[in-house]
């Protein structure tokens, strides 16, 4: 999955803020190698840190979960902290890549909201692993100069009433995750009989699919090329600002929360240093550059209750609990499941 905001510049400005970070604090000595998404964090983040504490940002990119998860078990870099969403941390816990953190300690612990701390516990059961700092959920963004009815259920892409107007994500965990929640399963299963059965209907449902994308789900239709698409939350809200005749709706049945977090790894020798930078990513102001930066969910309450009322009532920016009590966070790594799934998804692209 790839969650980001694309912004023109960004080397330009990075180089300008590296060079504003050796007019601060003179540099201690220590450093931290920090793995991220690509575009995923304000690069006068790192420069404020730096200045701040003296301690050296040295700033690694990955496009997926997947590209990170390879280039970290590679060993060619020792990554101290890196942010991958929910499963793929999961799996990093789950072979002991990942090092405890004293998030009690935390100064600012207290401005990332219960609910999302929750949210981590579905994959970090004891809050000692991974500090929540982007969420949101997949749902349809859809054109309502086109769509007359309100659109409430993930029914409306596989009934036929819109062939050949949507557009699906291309992605495996995500095309199978809402096919198992419309058909009343959840996301997680490990059961070959249901998994087979999202198979059956996102195969039923794919003369009715222009195109599997990505990135570009949302452009299709903020173009009017398509009239609905499965598409990340963060990237709904951008939609509807390029073009306001589009909305965005989380279904009845329930979807994904997914959720972005930072870990420290077990490579990991200056944990304090970690836990001071991540600290400091939980500070409010730090969080709200970040926000602004990036324009997905923000689990800080400290920036949420600093939003206009729009935005916080906007569900693509800030959704309410009403519509996401049926959604389950993805924490599915069974290698037999996945397997299934990998080679079903072969199919169907082939078909």
């Known amino acids: 999955m790839i969650r980001k905001r694309i912004i023109i510049g960004c080397c330009l400005i990075m180089l300008f803020a590296l060079v504003l970070s050796g007019c601060g604090k003179k540099k201690s000595g220590e450093s931290l190698t ?3 998404y690509g575009e995923y964090m304000d690069p006068d983040v790192c420069a404020q840190f730096e200045k701040e504490t003296g301690i050296e940002i040295k700033y690694e990119e990955a496009l997926t979960p997947e590209e990170m998860y390879t280039k970290y078990k590679s060993g060619a870099i ?8 929910d499963y793929m941390l999961k799996k990093l816990m789950e072979e002991g890549e990942l090092q405890k953190i004293n998030i009690n300690g935390f100064e600012n612990k207290d401005n990332i909201g219960k609910k999302y701390w929750e949210f981590a516990a579905s994959f970090d059961e004891k809050n000692e692993y991974a500090v929540p700092y982007f969420w949101g959920t997949l749902g349809i963004l859809y054109d309502t ?3 007359k009815e309100p659109v409430d259920s993930w029914k409306v892409l596989f009934d036929g009433s819109y062939k050949g107007q949507i557009i699906m994500q291309n992605s ?7 096919a198992l929640k419309y058909l009343g399963y959840s996301l997680n299963t490990t059961e070959e009989k249901e998994i087979r059965e999202a198979y059956d209907l996102l195969l039923a449902q794919k003369p009715d699919v222009q195109a599997y994308l990505v990135d570009e789900a949302r452009d299709e239709v903020v173009a009017g090329n398509a009239t609905m698409a499965v598409v990340y939350s963060g990237e ?10 589009l909305t965005y709706v989380i279904p009845k049945e329930g979807s994904e929360v997914w959720l972005d977090a930072f870990a420290v790894t077990k ?6 240093a970690a836990e ?3 600290d400091f990513l939980c500070r409010k102001e730090i969080a709200k550059k970040n926000f602004e930066y990036i324009y997905y969910s923000t689990p800080n309450e400290a920036v949420i209750n600093s939003l206009s009322e729009e935005d ?5 920016l800030v959704p309410s609990d009403e519509s996401i009590k049926n959604c389950e966070v993805c924490t599915q790594t069974d290698k037999n499941a996945i397997d299934l799934m990998n080679k079903l998804w072969k199919e169907l692209k082939a078909n």
């Open 34 to 36: 920090v793995f991220n």
């Open 78 to 85: 020792d990554y101290d902290l890196l942010c991958t969403s």
């Open 145 to 147: 100069t086109k769509v």
């Open 172 to 178: 495996l965990r995500d095309s199978f995750m809402l």
């Open 236 to 245: 709904a809200y951008l939609g509807h600002e390029y073009n306001p005749d």
């Open 267 to 272: 490579q990991c020798k200056n944990v304090e």
């Open 276 to 278: 001071k930078f991540l």
């Open 312 to 316: 916080r009532n906007n569900e693509a």
